[in-house]
């Protein structure tokens, strides 16, 4: 938001310079990000002053050009050449001294230097009125007022603005300072607590008065709930035409273009009082009637800015008889708006419901100055001032006469907030005792009436405008911010208690997961909950009515909460993807969300995976190779053992996300989905390669990992021995049935068993296929001997040959 430093000195009679004021503006809450400097003329004219023409010859070397003397009031005159058909002995003029910066109309610098022109001396320059940003003519050169005095600077007489202009950052709470009279409110109550009392100065409308009945819009609101206050009246006999300068400079100090006086008179009390106003042309409203009202869905409207739209049946409109004019609080219509042609006009200033406003400028992608107003909510009990403000305003430089009552539909009063504070609470909030009539003087200042005070506290009345202080928490926020948070003193004593707090809480274990992966390469991402509906129609499992729907959505791509973590992923590895980033590992801890009925909603922790591209980084010493499914299984397990979870049970995944998968689950809790995600959804996301996607239920993990205990046992002191197979093998015999057997034949000693090779191809029988398998032997009471060895090994290798039909190589 744009605040310019003279505008806010109308309101309040500062002699603070503009740093001192952004600096305070920023303690109270107001930040101001930046000052800007703003000149009506750009350098201000800056080294331009009145010369008299002295003399006025022919250059001896160039047929256009002028060789003249100049008195620029100094000891001596200046030599000048000038190439203007005009310039002539006697003028008064606008000279470039030398040193003078002078702009193009592009905006470039250019410096006045010394220097000679075919041979001739030139010590500075006679200006057209282009040169000096004062008009576009370049005719010849500006010829002033024979009565003015020699050496007089020029911004004196053509009357340059010069202005400091605030960029502040307004927090979205901040509704009441979206003015420059707003601000000029919250700057009195700080220089209140400098002891510094100025008047806060309103513009006055008690001019107002109806000159004439003779053009009456009848109005008629049928949605007050959406329009709780609109106001209307007409002027007739104006005229249509440019600004003056001054109502310009304060628009182009802000950063608006000016468009006629009318609408810029409009858009003055906009940002001077905060209240959005509309002029329509009397002339087409049609049967003479204003209905405030919403239209049936896909009603076509076409806007200021020449789109049609289609308007949605919640969209509040402002209609004539006939047809809709204008999108209330947020733009208005192609053929209602004020022309050049346009004699009478129908002012409406309104308050409007902020949430309606928010959701059709939403809709319609528009954000206009009205909307950003309206939307957070503006002073439902200044719009009848603003719009008599307005209409003095508009018949100062338009003329005219207003012809009709003011109209005010306002059924329903919005009343001040009743608010109690309690000094103790203040203390504890602030943390330290501020007075009690230092609070009385602050709250006071901020137009925050006390009702009575008591030893306890104070009853107060907040005005309507700050809707947002309507509880005890908001007045001490108030109080703190205008009382100074550098004032309040850091105590000398630091008091800690230590909180009785688990190892296993959730944020300690995800931070235990979340180093293992980094260390393994993954990325930490974390993603949206918000997304998009049509994801649920990728999944039988998805079902469109479990979707939570944002009641005021961004937008349609964010209006559900995800019901998986798997499309977040996947619109992060195209992402990538895209951007030449196909060997991916990436990992997120997140929540998703079930509606499961009228009122029942549910929501669960999950960790997922994703895994695609090859394994490692090309390399000249070792072969690129493909992530695949037992790639990612030894992650997935390297994260249970990491948690203590080693035994569990392995089943085919029940889920329609994955073309092929495992399911990990201990009992009936499932622990981990994972696999190869279906080909169609990936094409959804136009991703080719193919994607591992691992889903863990954090929720389950965490409870069994609260459950299992930590046994710690001392490194054995003997060593371990390793014993090969090398077994010949049908080819349906599964690693799995190997381990089985191994395990259920020797369960002491063995301590681990390993496939570390396969071979399947010439010198073998048909259907079979060799596994090399080794066998890790310990007793952590002894050294083993080759008779217990022998045997065990022995043990092995019949029931191999018994339950497997395996036999030695």
Not at 425 to 447: D, F, H, M, Q, V
Not at 466 to 473: C, P, S
Not at 773 to 780: I, M, P
């Amino acid at each position: 938001m744009k605040i310019s430093y003279n505008w806010l000195k109308q309101f309040i009679k500062t002699d603070w310079t503009p740093e001192q004021t952004g600096e305070l503006l920023t303690d109270l809450g107001l930040e101001v990000e930046g000052i800007d400097t703003y000149q009506s003329v750009k350098g201000g004219l800056e080294g331009v002053v009145v010369g008299e023409v002295l003399t006025c010859v022919q250059h001896p070397n160039a047929d256009k050009l002028s060789v003249t003397t100049v008195n620029i009031g100094g000891d001596t005159p200046v030599q000048i050449v000038c190439g203007a058909p005009n310039v002539a002995a006697g003028q008064k003029v606008p000279v470039a001294t030398i040193g003078t910066t002078l702009y193009t109309e592009e905006g470039e610098a250019w410096t006045i230097k010394k220097g000679k022109i075919r041979g001739e001396e030139s010590h500075g320059m006679i200006c057209a009125e282009d040169e000096l940003g004062l008009g576009k003519s370049h005719d010849g050169i500006m010829v002033l007022d024979s009565e003015l005095t020699v050496g007089t600077p020029c911004a004196e007489i053509f009357e340059v603005e010069s202005d400091h202009v605030f960029e502040i950052g307004l927090t979205p709470n901040r509704s009441d300072a979206m003015s420059h009279w707003g601000t000029a409110r919250d700057l009195k109550a700080g220089l209140v607590q400098k002891e510094i009392n100025l008047e806060l100065i309103t513009p006055s409308v008690s001019a107002f008065h109806v000159d004439s009945r003779t053009l009456k819009i009848d109005v008629e609101v049928k949605n007050k709930d959406l329009a709780p206050r609109y106001c209307g009246v007409t002027i007739s006999g104006l005229k249509v035409k440019e600004s003056p300068a001054w109502l310009k400079h304060r628009l182009k100090a802000i950063g608006l273009a000016p468009i006629n006086n009318v609408v810029d008179a409009t858009n003055y009390v906009l940002h001077e009082l905060g209240q959005p106003l509309h002029a329509f042309d009397a002339a087409k409203i049609a049967g003479n009637k204003v209905e405030v009202k919403t239209l049936p869905s896909g009603t076509k409207f076409k806007t200021l800015d020449g789109v049609e739209r289609e308007l949605h049946e919640d969209d509040l409109m402002i209609c004539d008889a006939e047809k809709p004019m204008c999108i209330a609080g947020v733009f208005g219509g192609e053929y209602s708006g004020v022309s050049e042609t346009t004699t009478s006009i129908f002012l409406e200033s309104a308050y409007f419901n902020p949430v309606s406003v928010r959701k059709t400028a939403k809709r319609h992608a528009l954000n206009t100055d009205a909307s950003f107003r309206f939307e957070r909510g503006i002073d439902p009990n200044i719009t009848e001032y603003a719009l008599k403000r307005a209409a003095l305003l508009i018949q100062d430089i338009a003329g005219g006469e207003v012809t009709s009552d003011v109209m005010d539909f306002y059924p329903n009063k919005i009343e001040d907030f009743q608010v109690r504070l309690s000094f103790d609470n203040a203390k504890k909030l602030i943390g330290e005792e501020i007075p009690k009539e230092t609070i009385k003087r602050i709250l006071s200042s901020l137009e925050i009436k006390v009702n009575n005070v008591t030893e306890a506290g104070l009853g107060l009345t907040v005005p309507a405008y700050r809707n947002d202080v309507q509880r005890e928490a908001d007045i001490i926020e108030e109080i703190l911010r205008v009382y100074g948070y550098n004032n309040i003193k850091t105590t000398e004593k630091l008091n800690a208690s230590i909180s009785n707090s688990t190892r296993f809480e959730d944020h300690k274990i995800q931070n235990i997961i979340g180093d293992q992966l980094a260390a393994l390469g993954f990325f930490e991402t974390l993603s949206n909950s918000l997304t998009t509906p049509a994801y649920a129609a990728l999944s039988d499992q998805l079902k469109e009515e479990h979707n939570i729907s944002m009641l005021n959505p961004l937008s349609n791509d964010l209006s559900v909460l995800r019901q998986s973590l798997l499309f977040s992923g996947l619109e992060a590895i195209s992402f990538n993807i895209n951007r030449r980033r196909g060997d991916l590992k990436l990992f997120e801890f997140g929540k998703t969300y079930h509606g499961l009925g009228e009122d029942k909603r549910e929501e669960f922790k999950h960790l997922a995976l994703f895994v695609t591209g090859n394994k490692s980084l090309e390399s000249w010493n070792s072969p690129s190779s493909k992530s695949d499914f037992f790639y990612l299984k030894g992650y997935v397990i390297n994260i249970l053992e990491r948690l203590g979870i080693s035994k569990f049970n392995e089943s085919p995944v029940n889920s329609d996300l994955f073309a092929e998968g495992v399911s990990f689950s201990l009992g009936k809790m499932k622990l981990v989905d994972f696999g190869l995600v279906k080909k169609p959804i990936l094409k959804h996301f136009d991703i080719a390669q193919e994607v591992l996607f691992a889903d863990f239920d954090w929720d389950t993990i965490l409870t069994i990992v609260k459950r299992n205990k930590v046994v710690f046992e001392p490194i054995p002191k003997y060593p371990e021995v390793r014993r090969d197979f090398a077994l010949l093998l049908d080819d349906q015999v599964t690693f799995e049935s190997i381990y089985k057997i191994a395990r259920q034949t020797e369960k002491q000693l063995l301590k681990s068993v390993n496939l570390f090779d396969v071979y399947q191809g010439k010198n073998l029988p048909a259907g079979k296929k060799s596994y090399a398998v080794s066998f890790t032997l310990q007793d952590e009471n002894k050294t083993l001997n080759d008779k217990q060895i022998d045997k065990i090994m022995s043990k092995l290798q019949s029931n191999f040959e018994s339950q497997l039909g395996a036999e030695l190589r």
